[in-house]
């Protein structure tokens, strides 16, 4: 089997619009999430997000990508050719017709549905745009991706929720691992912060109205974010030979489904998960330094992920260190486990905790060291990142330092 | 609206010139939708133009173009089929 190493990673999300600002985000523990800037948000119960700052997509895209492109789309691109750029390749030939992308994705194109929806439903329009389909569709940001770098390789979207991005890593490493393509971009993207995104959310009463607080006693719900994370996974021989900057290794990793109950978590599908991404990275407890959790800030996931933990590493629980990014920004979905990743990469190469913050009141319940508030400077040789979704399927993945 | 014919031809030259990426001027009533470089999203996305612009509705399926009752040989049939379609559903 190939080893399988990242050289090339690309973001924007309410950090930051690329890898570099994030990162200063995460190590200064800045908060991303604020006051929404949508259409109707005064008809909103939840008012808050962590929603891209300052972002005009006509800087970005011409007007005849614009009409095609959907927010998750633009956010995707962004990412995609920062990581492509940062890993050197160029694909054309051989290279070209074998690697592929793989995007997590779980709302597809909502803003695009629900000004259309707002066109035929609320204005009483009979016509709406030619491209709305081809715009909301599931896959247009892979198949947009395909394009601009001309990826003729397998390449697929996969919708799993909220461990959307954690699923299409996991086969995008698992096509390099398993040789079938050297090169695989992977990752995912999120734009649901429209008022029909937000208002359906609003619906399971899980949100919070003011702060994302994982692990804290005091939380009280999730709060939504939105953006992309994209990494080039690569096969390392073919890193080495052409002298590539290597980010990580992604050594392993596991899904599981609980098999239980649409929304609920089970304690017991989460540490099958955790320990079964060990297991196929072939490392032990001990070696993992650092956990980027699941913590979406609600009573449910929190304390049942904290005991997932506990039980896959008994006595090594008490000494890893365990982060939710989301307090910063936001839980991107169908994108999370992408712009996760990062903090990851962050540990392993630049030895750098991202913290969970908002962090206020101890909870017996989740008593692991969750960093609080302030980042922290570690030596950290594997990495794990935990996806848990609605429906109960889960994804971790295990990625270790590279030397 | 302003239907008259010129009034329209002006309009839809202007659609099909944003479309191409061309001045209005670029665009002539001989011209074909081939020679302007408008592919066959371009063509739906200006007949959507049109019909937003006029408030017309335009038979046209874009998969048997020649047996819509929408002849899209070249600008000049288009504005044709335009201003029928115009004294039809506003005349």
Redesign the interface.
């Known amino acids: 089997m190939k080893r399988v190493v990242i050289t090339g990673a690309g973001t924007i999300n309410a950090l930051g619009q690329n890898v570099p600002d994030t990162f200063e985000a995460m190590r200064e523990g800045r908060c991303g999430i604020g006051p929404l800037d949508i259409p109707d948000v005064d008809r909103l119960a939840i008012k808050i997000g962590g929603q891209v700052q300052g972002y005009d997509p006509e800087d970005r895209f011409n007007r005849?990508q614009l009409?095609l492109y959907d927010r998750f789309t633009q956010f995707t691109l962004i990412a995609a050719r920062e990581a492509i750029s940062q890993s050197g390749l160029e694909f054309s030939g051989a290279l070209a017709a074998r690697a592929g992308v793989v995007l997590g994705n779980s709302g597809g194109g909502m803003t695009t549905l629900d000004e259309n929806y707002r066109t035929v439903y609320e204005d009483g329009k009979n016509?709406v745009?030619?491209?709305v389909v081809p715009k909301l569709m599931n896959n247009a940001a892979a198949s947009h991706v395909s394009m601009e770098f001309n990826l003729k390789g397998p390449s697929f979207t996969v919708s799993t929720a909220c461990a959307s991005s954690n699923h299409a890593m996991a086969q995008a490493f698992q096509l390099v691992h398993g040789g079938a393509a050297p090169v695989m971009v992977t990752g995912g993207s999120e734009s649901m912060l429209c008022f029909g995104g937000v208002k359906a959310w609003e619906g399971l009463r899980v949100m919070s109205k003011d702060a994302c607080r994982p692990f804290s006693a005091n939380r009280n719900g999730m709060v939504q974010g939105e953006g992309a994370g994209i990494f080039v996974f690569e096969e390392y021989e073919h890193a080495k030979k052409r002298g590539a900057e290597i980010l990580a290794e992604v050594a392993g990793f596991a899904m599981s489904s609980d098999a239980a109950d649409i929304v609920m978590p089970s304690k017991n599908g989460a540490a099958r998960a955790i320990k079964g991404a060990m297991k196929d990275a072939r490392v032990n407890c001990s070696d993992v330094g650092y956990i980027n959790a699941h913590g979406t800030g609600t009573a449910a996931n929190d304390k049942t992920e904290s005991a997932a933990v506990a039980d896959a590493f008994g006595a090594h629980a008490d000494k890893l260190m365990m982060s939710s990014t989301k307090s910063m920004h936001g839980h991107l979905i169908g994108g999370t486990g992408a712009v996760e990743l990062l903090a990851c990469i962050m540990a392993l190469r630049d030895g750098v905790i991202a913290p969970t913050i908002n962090y206020e009141e101890p909870d017996p319940e989740c008593a692991l060291d969750v960093v609080p508030n302030v980042a922290r400077e570690a030596k950290v040789d594997v990495a794990l990142s935990n996806a848990f979704a609605f429906g109960g399927l889960n994804a971790v993945l295990a990625l270790k330092r590279f030397t | 609206m302003d239907t008259s014919v010129d009034s329209i031809k002006t309009r839809v030259i202007e659609i099909i010139a944003e479309q191409a990426v061309l001045e209005p001027s670029d665009v002539t009533l001989e011209s074909t939708l081939e020679d302007l470089g408008i592919d066959s999203l371009g063509l739906v996305e200006s007949i959507f133009a049109i019909e937003e612009a006029f408030d017309i509705s335009i038979p046209f399926n874009a998969n048997a173009p020649q047996e819509s009752d929408f002849d899209i040989t070249s600008v000049a049939s288009i504005l044709k089929g335009i201003e029928r379609l115009v004294a039809e559903q506003h005349g």
């Open positions: 005849q009409a016509r745009h030619p491209f």
